[in-house]
């Protein structure tokens, strides 16, 4: 087990850019989240994957946000056309098979920082 | 939104006392799961009560759940400075989609 590991850890791009984040999850994990945390908040739902089919997203996405997870391993967040109001911490989480009554595993995040 | 509450939204406290956070939610669940962050980091799951649970301990973490007033609670117990950091509560409703309170900041000082 050697963790859920997020690529960059930081990223500063200028606005109107494109970013890519990566997520490799626990290996054994079915199931991907991504969420974006702004300072002083609660991480906020954005969506998640059961294999390689993304089950929900969230409603407070624009269309400039896509996620994939082509094979069912590792998942990218792309953003295009970057604001300012993206700068957050975009955090990946795993979990395993079966029920709900498991816990989300985090890594420790991408930092963006839109100038 | 359907982001928790949590409150206090910061506390401060002495080594060795005792912190006790509150969160709350607006729909039904079937899980609430406690998650500690230190500045900068991931989160880290700590505890997990089933939604027929109404309290559940782990060493010196005691949680509630009061699923009538859509409520829950977490108590450390003879805090340390180590405990310093943010505390998020997470519910889960049937979808495995977990959605997050707004958090509080504990600082334990030494």
């Known amino acids: 087990d050697t963790g859920v590991s997020q690529d960059p850890r930081h990223k500063i791009t200028k606005r109107g850019q494109n970013v890519t984040f990566r997520c490799d999850p626990i290996?054994?994990?079915?199931?991907l989240y991504w969420y974006r945390q702004t300072l002083g908040q609660g991480p906020e739902f954005l969506t998640y994957?059961?294999?390689?089919?993304?089950?929900?997203k969230s409603r407070l996405l624009s269309d400039r946000f896509s996620a994939e997870r082509p094979k069912g391993s590792f998942s990218t967040l792309e953003i295009q056309r970057t604001e300012q109001g993206d700068s957050a911490m975009y955090l990946c989480?795993?979990?395993?098979?079966?029920?709900?009554?498991?816990?989300?595993?985090f890594g420790n995040g991408t930092r963006l920082t839109v100038t | 939104s359907q982001q928790g509450e949590e409150d206090p939204q910061a506390l401060s406290i002495q080594e060795g006392e005792n912190a006790t956070m509150n969160c709350s939610y607006k729909?039904?669940?079937?899980?609430l799961q406690w998650y500690r962050q230190n500045s900068g980091r991931g989160l880290v799951h700590l505890i997990l009560?089933?939604?027929?649970?109404r309290e559940k301990h782990s060493g010196r973490l005691r949680v509630t759940l009061d699923t009538s007033k859509k409520s829950s609670s977490l108590l450390i117990t003879a805090s340390r400075a180590a405990d310093t950091a943010s505390y998020f509560c997470?519910?889960?409703?049937?979808?495995?989609?977990?959605?997050f309170g707004t958090g509080t900041r504990l600082k334990v000082l030494a």
């Open positions: 290996s054994e994990h079915n199931r």
């Open positions: 994957f059961q294999n390689e089919a993304q089950l929900e």
């Open positions: 989480a795993s979990s395993p098979p079966g029920t709900a009554l498991v816990p989300l595993h």
């Open positions: 997470a519910f889960e409703g049937g979808t495995y989609k977990y959605i």
């Open positions: 729909t039904s669940i079937n899980n």
């Open positions: 009560i089933r939604s027929n649970e």
